[in-house]
C-alpha cells in the first residue's frame, strides 16, 4: 500500500496521506509505522531530518508541506520526498519554492552526475505536475507547438532541491533515471491539501483546477 508509480502516483500516496489524516497521525510517522524494509524506512527518516519535517502546518492559509514515498519498480531504487508548496488562493497559481530528496540507488559510482540526474527528474516532472497538458477542442488536438503547450518557465523552478544521497557501497547499483521522478505527483498534492484543505487527484495542477477544489471544499 506505499509503493506508487507512473499510474497510481497521485491517487496511492493521498490513501495514505489521507489514512493519516484520519488517524490523525503525523503522515511521515504514520508510514514508517507501516514499513519494514530498512531501506524503506531509512530514505524516509532521512527526509525527515534534511526537511526539518514537524508535521503538517494546518493553518490552511496557503503553505504546506508535503511527503511522499517510492520503493520504485520493485526494488530498483528507495526516494523519500518532502516538498513546499505555496498557493494563491485568488488565483490557484502554485509555487513549489524548495524540494527535499533522500535517495538511495545502491552503490553511488559518481555522485555529481547522480546528483544531477536528481534535480532534472525533479524539475521535468514537477512542469508535468503543475503546467504540462495536452489540449483538445472540438476540431481536434489544440496542443500543437511549444508555445500552446505550457512548460513550467525559470521563474517557476525551486528556489533550492535539497538532495541526501544514501550510499551503498556494499549493494548492487540500481538505476537512478525515474525513482526520483515518481513521487513528484504525490508529494504537492499532499502538500496542497495540507495548505488548503482540497485534494487534487488529477495532474496537472493547473490553476482552474486548484481554484475548483478549494471552491468545493469551502462550499
Not at 499510474?7 to 510517522?29: G, W
Not at 531501506?39 to 524516509?44: E, F, M, T, Y
Not at 525527515?48 to 520503493?71: C, H, L, N, Y
Not at 528556489?159 to 538505476?175: A, C, F, H, T, W
Amino acid at each position: 500500500i506505499y509503493q506508487c508509480d507512473w499510474t497510481s502516483d497521485v491517487c496511492s500516496s493521498d490513501l495514505i496521506d489521507a489514512l493519516a489524516v484520519a488517524a490523525t497521525a503525523d503522515t511521515i510517522a504514520f508510514r514508517l509505522k507501516h514499513l519494514k524494509d530498512p531501506r524503506d524506512i531509512a530514505v524516509l527518516e532521512d527526509v525527515r531530518r534534511i526537511s526539518g519535517w514537524t508535521g503538517r502546518r494546518s493553518d490552511k492559509k496557503g503553505q504546506g508541506r508535503g511527503a511522499a514515498f517510492v520503493q520504485y519498480d520493485n526494488y530498483s531504487g528507495y526516494v523519500g520526498m518532502v516538498i513546499d508548496v505555496v498557493v494563491d488562493r485568488s488565483s490557484g497559481k502554485l509555487r513549489v519554492p524548495k524540494v527535499y530528496v533522500a535517495h538511495d540507488c545502491g552503490q553511488i559510482v559518481n555522485p555529481d552526475g547522480l546528483r544531477n540526474q536528481i534535480e532534472g527528474g525533479v524539475v521535468q516532472t514537477l512542469s508535468r505536475a503543475i503546467s504540462e497538458e495536452v489540449r483538445f477542442n472540438r476540431q481536434g488536438q489544440s496542443t500543437v507547438d511549444w508555445v500552446s503547450y505550457p512548460l513550467m518557465r525559470f521563474p517557476d523552478v525551486p528556489d533550492d532541491i535539497v538532495i541526501s544521497l544514501l550510499n551503498r557501497p556494499e549493494l548492487p547499483s540500481l538505476g537512478a533515471g525515474e525513482p526520483a521522478a515518481s513521487p513528484v505527483f504525490a508529494a504537492p498534492a499532499n502538500a496542497i491539501f495540507d495548505a488548503t484543505g482540497a485534494r487534487l487527484r488529477r495532474v496537472p495542477f493547473l490553476p482552474e483546477r486548484v481554484k475548483a477544489a478549494l471552491a468545493s471544499t469551502s462550499a
